[in-house]
């Protein structure tokens, strides 16, 4: 059994790679639920539902957010109306947001996530982080804002000076499963708004430092391959490459994955890791998943 941390862009094109591979049925992801709120009186999970919609097959590679050939007639019209609809929901997408609203008024987020993977089929289990609604505030230059409204509305132009999210209780199954996996794999996802967010709930690092972790930076040389993570790491005064990377996670990591063109930093890494590997980590083709999926899983395959 092995278990994948992730967020919603980097780590679920690894995924695609590792279920190739691996029977999906030994496969659990734990997905960072930071980003969760409402919109237009709809429960929107981002990560979790590219996760799932990942696995399903039916992600929107190109946005890596929603479904593949979708329509947005439910958003036009919701704008048009009045609402402001800050994320761009397709119409069936929002068929799996409505749902998961319906359930949550019965059964906890985790329950909810579970229902739906099984009626797409996936084999692999989908755990939330937390059950508990999280709160994310970006601090910029004298302002406080939600973080769907630094990344979409304001495009991720103002400097940031702090992320703050509040603390949840796990869900129930995450610790267990985190310290039965025979691998745990911290996939190339933002270090401080998707996976810091996981690491950070209580007993997290505790039960990793007892699992065999394996980490890929998603830093390649001194930038991130997507996203605002290079911003985020500034600001919690982290070098944005794969060293800062590794200064996050080296408590708890056995194996620490960068890529080739950072083959310069590994001596400098290998003080605080003790295996540092290198290898393409920049995901464009299936070929390039699959072949990270089989560095990654190394011995287990
Ligand atoms: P978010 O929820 O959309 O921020 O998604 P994630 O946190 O999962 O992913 C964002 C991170 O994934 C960024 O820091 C990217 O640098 C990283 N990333 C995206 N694609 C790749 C890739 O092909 N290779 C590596 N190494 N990192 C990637």
Known sequence: MISILSGGTGTPKLIQGIV????????????????N????????????????????????????????????????????????????IGDKDRAFKIQK????????????????????GI???IIPMSDDQSDIKIITDNREMSFHKFLVEEKG?????????????????????????????????????????????EGVKKALKKAYVVAISPIIGDRPVSGP?????????FEVSCTG?????????????????????KKKI???????MTTNTNMKTMDDKVMLARSVLGEIL
């Open 20 to 35: 190739q591979i691996i029977d999906p049925e030994y496969i659990n992801v734990i997905v960072n639920t930071v980003e």
């Open 37 to 88: 709120t409402y919109i237009s009186g709809n429960y929107i999970a981002p990560d979790i539902d590219t996760v799932m919609y990942t696995l399903a097959g039916m992600i929107n590679e190109e946005t890596w957010y929603g479904i593949h050939n979708d329509t947005f007639i439910t958003h036009e019209t919701l704008k048009k109306i009045g609402y402001n609809e800050i994320l761009r």
């Open 101 to 120: 609203t319906l359930l949550m008024d019965k059964y906890p987020f985790s329950k909810v996530v579970d229902i739906q993977r099984k009626n797409l």
């Open 123 to 125: 084999k692999s289990k």
């Open 157 to 201: 132009n103002p400097e940031v000076e702090d992320i703050i999210y509040n603390e949840v209780i796990p869900s129930t199954n995450l610790i267990s499963t985190i310290e039965s996996s025979d691998m745990v794999i911290i996939g190339p996802s933002n270090p401080i708004t998707s996976i810091g967010p996981i690491i950070s709930i």
């Open 229 to 237: 993570a290079a911003k985020f790491m500034n600001a919690k005064g």
């Open 245 to 265: 990377v590794a200064t996050i996670y080296h408590e708890f990591l056995d194996r620490f994955i960068i890529d080739t063109i950072d083959e310069g930093s």
């Open 270 to 276: 290998e003080k605080l890791i003790s295996e540092v």
